[in-house]
């Protein structure tokens, strides 16, 4: 399993297959990130965007934000002490730009973890800028003030879109794709 990060593919994603109890399959390629952030595998063939700005890094099959995608939003600082479902619902108007979208539909299922900190995972469905009905799972960890003090922190979004009608054919590789990130923290 080739590792794919800035400096191209190389011989380490059977090292880390093996030590990340992945198996090992030429179909996919292991990508770690250059900042140290976070490792996914995903199907080779598909692209790889990083947004160097916001920060995000998005693996797609056709169309990086409005297609088939796995994409990671990093962390993010919200105002004041807010609830893990409005720090999420806010995450993803915000950083993943659901905001801008109509028809936007949220289910949740939060995990409390202990002293403010909860997991999120969840379904989002909406309206893309071309108006095609998407459907994406998501997964997040969040930490109220409790813990840090202050605001509100959202460690990082992971959203896997697929347009509505094509949801069936992806959904299996996109499920694969969470089961398979892994939170480094950097």
């Known amino acids: 399993m080739p590792v794919a990060g800035k400096r191209g593919v190389s011989a380490l994603g059977v090292f880390l297959s093996l030590a990340l109890g ?44 409005e297609g088939t995608a796995f994409v990671v939003f990093p962390g993010t600082r919200l105002s004041g002490d807010l609830g893990p479902e409005v720090a999420v ?34 379904e989002v469905t909406w309206r893309g800028a071309a108006d095609i009905p998407m459907r994406a799972v998501f997964l997040t960890v969040v930490a109220r003030p409790p813990v840090h003090g202050g605001d509100t922190l959202v ?21 694969e794709m969470l089961r398979d990130f892994k939170w480094m923290g950097g």
């Not at 900042?35 to 990083?50: D, K, L, M, N, T």
């Not at 995450?91 to 403010?116: F, H, K, N, Y």
């Open 22 to 65: 992945l198996p090992f399959s030429s179909d996919w390629v292991v990508y770690v990130d250059p900042s140290a952030r976070f490792s996914v595998r995903y199907p080779r063939g598909w692209h790889i965007q990083e947004d160097p700005v916001d920060g995000w890094v998005a693996f797609y099959r056709d169309r990086p934000r």
């Open 89 to 122: 619902r806010e995450t993803l108007m915000r950083e993943a730009g659901l905001g801008r979208s109509a028809d936007v539909r949220l289910r949740q299922r939060i995990t409390p973890q202990g002293q403010g900190i909860y997991t999120v995972r969840g």
């Open 155 to 175: 460690f990082y979004l992971v959203l896997a879109q697929a347009p509505e009608r094509e949801w069936p054919r992806w959904e299996r590789t996109l499920t």
